[in-house]
């Protein structure tokens, strides 16, 4: 079936530099896409989101890139924090009723 | 402000047992939805809720029912528990106007079946 998926299983980064974390998605239906946060023994914690009309969107310090040529979502993180260690899932919404998630990013910052 | 509260944290339940996950909301949230977690995988929709006395079927339904009969609860029920739904559930819910990307997930019940 139709599905999100992300490149990278762990991304190891240095304390204060940008982390890019790659998703990409198979369902050109879909039209709006968020990233999580998970940390440790915690529920998933909305980051960010795009609809599909937009190719770019920032936030603080966090900026998601869409890209519905190739199906492909990224999550940048600028001057990277510890506090940003965690699992990042990118998901999508299809208009239908479900979200769907991806396998999920660990990111790793090295002091 | 709670937010979304489940309960219980941890359970361990003998495969073939029966058992009632807790989900409740303060935030007058219409959509609610349930999702297991396997280890290394991304969450997985069981069901799900538009509002008060409606439900319906998410990707992985089968083994659990649920009910929705105010709109502050929405609890996850195992018919007869199996080790292949050893997971962590979590809950979560959403206002009409954000729909099912403004989610608000609880802290999780981590469940074991031997």
């Known amino acids: ?111 | 402000n709670a937010g979304v509260t489940q309960t219980p944290k941890f359970q361990v339940l003998k495969t073939g047992q029966s058992m009632t996950l807790q989900c409740a909301q303060d935030m007058n949230h219409e959509y609610m939805s349930w999702y297991r977690q396997d280890p290394g995988m991304g969450l997985r929709l069981i069901h799900y809720s538009v509002g008060a006395g409606i439900t319906d079927q998410g990707e992985v339904p089968n083994g659990y029912n649920v009910s929705r009969s105010t709109t502050e609860d929405f609890p996850l029920r195992l018919l007869s528990a199996a080790p292949s739904q050893t997971s962590v559930y979590f809950c979560a819910s959403s206002s009409r106007d954000r729909g099912f990307g403004g989610y608000t997930f609880g802290s999780g019940t981590r469940l074991t079946v031997v």
């Open chain 1, 1 to 111: 079936g139709e599905s999100v998926g992300l490149h990278l299983p762990t991304l190891s980064v240095q304390e204060g530099d940008n982390s890019i974390i790659n998703c990409a998605y198979s369902n050109s239906a879909s039209d709006y896409f968020i990233w999580y946060k998970q940390e440790s023994g915690k529920g998933p914690q909305f980051i960010i989101d795009i609809r599909s009309n937009m190719d770019k969107r920032q936030g603080q310090r966090v900026t998601v890139l869409l890209n519905k040529t190739v199906k492909h979502l990224s999550l940048q993180i600028a001057a990277t924090q510890p506090g940003d260690s965690a699992v990042y899932f990118c998901a999508e919404n299809n208009a239908g009723n479900m979200l769907t998630f991806g396998g999920g990013t660990r990111l790793m910052v090295k002091p």
